[in-house]
């Protein structure tokens, strides 16, 4: 966890020290592409003696990407299934199968993907996933002991600068829109709740959503302009009908029962991390990237990287739960099919900023969505669900602001001015929104992912998802860009159970009488 062990009376002490260091904003640049783009010395100088630099590597699969080729040595260990990837579906995947001798691989320092969960002193914060509402997910956490904390909010929204309580639920009858917007808004709602959506799937993801808002106000285009990519990765143009009607039964708290903690889904993959160790200790396996997986007569060889050490395993199955834009590089002799499937997949990039405040900004919603041409698109207050009643105004806040960029932006994620620029933007906005609120941001924190979210686009529900995840031999896909609709921790749940049941089978019992941990189990 990289700021996790956060000293708080150390750096107190340095503020104290220098209150003009106290006074800077220090903008920290975590992500994809920071260990290739160093923090200028010039702003770690400014920053507090204890605060570190978050940081993600995509070097190795960038080299996988441009074709480099690596010694691979023969394989040193056998397993029963090989999981690649260790964000929430290599996670829940692993979790199936703890029974099983099992190997997972994730090439980052910590578990979790998109959904992971750091500390500013003590106070968590989401740097991906936020919430959720599916019961599948819900009975998952309760299994492996997480206390449910619902969110009981609507989302606010800000029009017009000006913020708007309870949108969906009859806010936006008391906003700054005119009457016939309003009008608009009513009969827009009422109008996609009488779709089948079930029945009319493969009509609907044949088509944008943008061909379903032109018969309506073009602030609800503004508004899913921005709700689109904050959710799912794509504007109204880039969108699936289906998506874009169906996400009119949840979106924005219109759902039923969301649960969040403080930092988000993250916590979550804490908690299976901590549940798989549990059952058997040494086989969540950090800082390992998968280069290689190649089906070989009866078995698939696996290498892997590891602290610049190429290793090679041997599995009867395989779980591919990293994205498909990796699957489709590391996997040898792909079939055609696969490869144009997975090459049909776009994912956009996401800038991840959480402004870290010595004193409350905004405590009025969990999630507050902004319609297009904000840049922000959302933020929510990160302790929602543990200090939502607490009146206390001075006391620390974390605002974990959602910056979606559109895809031609990715190559610009590169540079460290152009994340940091995008943090001064935000703490500007919030300044606008909230006076006052610049002088109370005691640290911005970047974390930025190059292809954060698949894009939800027309076909990829009905016609690439589909195809993306059927059994490639013994290989089975997890990773939610293989179920279609939209990317959450749900899709991940369901891709991880998916091809766990998938290799089970391809098992047989004879994995589970070979299985050095299933033989350490007691009986069930
Ligand atoms: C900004 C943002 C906000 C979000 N908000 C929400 C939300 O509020 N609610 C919600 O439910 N969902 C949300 N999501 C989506 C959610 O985070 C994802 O759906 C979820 O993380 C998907 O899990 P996954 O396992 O499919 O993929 P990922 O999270 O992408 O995990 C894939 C893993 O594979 C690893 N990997 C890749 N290549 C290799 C390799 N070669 N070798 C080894 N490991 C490899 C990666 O490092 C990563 O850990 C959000 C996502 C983002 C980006």
Not at 246 to 256: K, Y
Request: proline letters at 5%.
């Amino acid at each position: 966890m990289e700021y996790e062990n956060h000293d708080r009376s150390a750096e107190e002490q340095t503020a104290a020290e220098n209150p003009t260091r106290r006074e800077a904003i220090k903008f920290l640049i975590g992500g994809a592409m920071a260990a290739a783009c160093p923090v200028p010395a010039a702003l770690l100088a400014a920053a507090p003696a204890q605060t570190r630099v978050g940081s993600e590597s995509n070097e190795i699969c960038h080299k996988v990407r441009d074709g480099s080729t690596f010694k691979l040595p023969p394989p040193s260990a056998e397993y029963d299934v090989v999981i690649v990837g260790g964000g929430p579906s290599g996670l829940v995947a692993a979790h199936d199968l703890r029974d099983v001798n099992f190997l997972l691989l994730e090439k980052e320092p910590r578990l979790g993907g998109n959904a992971i969960s750091e500390q500013w002193r003590g106070h968590w914060y989401s740097t991906g996933a936020a919430y959720n509402g599916d019961s599948h997910l819900e009975a998952l956490c309760r299994e492996i002991g997480m206390e449910i904390r619902t969110i009981d909010s609507i989302d606010a929204a800000i029009i017009h600068d000006q913020v708007v309580p309870e949108f969906w639920t009859g806010g936006y009858w008391k906003c700054a829109y005119s009457q016939n917007t309003k009008k608009s808004f009513e009969k827009f709602l009422k109008d996609m709740r009488a779709i089948d959506v079930e029945e009319q799937a493969e009509k609907l993801d044949a088509i944008s959503f943008a061909e379903i808002l032109k018969d309506y106000a073009p602030e609800l285009k503004l508004y899913f302009d921005n709700y689109g990519p904050n959710n799912w990765g794509a504007d109204v143009e880039n969108t699936s009908a289906f998506v874009g009607v169906q996400s009119t039964r949840w979106m924005a708290g219109l759902e039923t029962r969301r649960f969040t903690w403080s930092g988000g889904l993250g916590r979550i993959s804490l908690a299976l991390e901590d549940n798989i160790n549990r059952a058997g200790a040494g086989r969540l396996r950090k800082g390992a990237t998968v280069v290689r997986v190649e089906q070989k007569a009866s078995r698939i060889q696996v290498s892997y990287l590891e602290e610049g050490q190429a290793v090679t395993v041997t599995a009867k199955a395989v779980v591919a739960a990293c994205p498909k834009f990796i699957a489709k590089k590391i996997i040898a002799e792909l079939d055609a099919d696969h490869l144009e499937a997975m090459g049909k997949m776009r994912y956009q990039p996401y800038l991840v900023v959480n402004v870290c405040c010595r004193e409350v900004v905004y405590n009025g919603s969990f999630d507050t969505d902004i319609p297009a041409p904000s840049l922000i698109v959302d933020f929510n207050v990160a302790d929602w669900s543990e200090e939502r009643h607490n009146q206390e105004t001075r006391r620390p806040q974390v605002l974990t602001c959602y910056v979606p960029r559109p895809e031609r932006e990715r190559a610009l994620f590169l540079s460290d001015d152009y994340c940091k620029q995008m943090g001064e933007k935000v703490v500007e906005q919030l300044e606008v929104w909230f006076p006052g609120a610049r002088g109370k941001v005691e640290e911005v924190r970047i974390y930025r992912r190059g292809h954060a979210m698949f894009v939800s686009a027309p076909g990829v529900t009905t016609q690439l998802a589909p195809r993306i995840r059927k059994p490639f031999g013994n290989i089975f896909f997890a990773h939610s860009d293989a179920e279609g609709d939209i990317t959450d921790f749900s899709s991940a749940l369901q891709a991880g159970r998916r091809a766990a049941r998938e290799a089970k089978n391809a098992l047989g019992h004879a994995a589970l009488r070979s299985s050095p941990v299933a033989a350490a189990m007691p009986a069930r």
